[in-house]
């Protein structure tokens, strides 16, 4: 079965972006149709240009189409990512999710799997908070939140991270995400894919003979 999958997310230096690509790459592996698409910048160029890595990343990705509410519409899953902003979205990606508003009364984002991904420079600077922030978002939506939680080694590799992958830039000197970050990316691409074929094939994800139930 094919599925749709869209990958929406906003990068400014390009972690963000490198992380996104893999979770496509995951996503696609499983045979899904996937949108790459980035959100639209919000900082005017004044900004950008204070950054080389800031405007070299924005000069290098014009070619990637922008995100619009066709492609939540469309999609049978989503994966969002973004940098931290004091553990929370940055704005260019909450502006994005803001116009889905119509979307949503129309009930078109209800019972879609969704994930999501992100980084920041500390190794504690507020990832989980960031996506959990999210997560509020997807609860309004009725969407069906699907984490890596601990379902891999490979999320143990890239650091244990069960909410989503995420990468700290600090300690990569601006390298961009390490192999364990991207393979943990691919993995949470490839889940979310495999979750939706399976839940719009109608089979359970969990086989109901292997559950057992206790009583105290």
């Known amino acids: 079965m094919t599925v749709k999958v869209a990958v929406i997310y906003y990068s ?10 893999a979770i496509a790459e995951g996503a696609a592996s499983t045979g899904s149709q996937v949108r790459l698409r980035r959100v639209a910048e919000l900082a005017p160029d004044s900004a950008i240009d204070e950054n080389p890595q800031w405007r070299r990343h924005a000069d290098a990705t014009t ?13 049978d899953a989503f994966a969002f990512g973004t940098p931290t902003r004091f553990g929370a979205p940055a704005a260019q990606l909450k502006q994005f999710i803001d116009q889905a508003g119509g979307l949503w009364r129309e009930g078109g984002l209800a019972d879609k799997p969704v994930t999501a991904f992100t980084s920041a420079y500390n190794r ?3 990832s989980e908070a960031t996506i959990l922030s999210l997560g509020n978002v997807f609860y309004h939506w009725g969407s069906l939140i699907v984490p890596p939680g601990f379902t891999d ?11 989503g992958t995420s ?25 979310l894919a495999e979750i939706t074929i399976r839940l719009l094939e109608g089979s359970r994800v969990t086989d109901p003979a292997a559950t057992t139930f206790q009583t105290a």
Do not use: C, K
């Open 63 to 75: 070619s990637i189409d922008q995100a619009s509410v066709e492609d939540l519409a469309w999609a």
């Open 12 to 21: 400014a230096t390009g972690t963000v972006h490198a992380l996104a690509q």
């Open 124 to 126: 504690h600077g507020g």
């Open 167 to 191: 990468f700290a830039t600090g300690p990569s000197n601006g390298d961009g995400p390490d192999a364990a970050a991207l393979e943990a990316a691919r993995y949470q691409g490839r889940r």
């Open 153 to 163: 080694p490979v999320v143990y590799a890239a650091g244990g991270n069960p909410y």
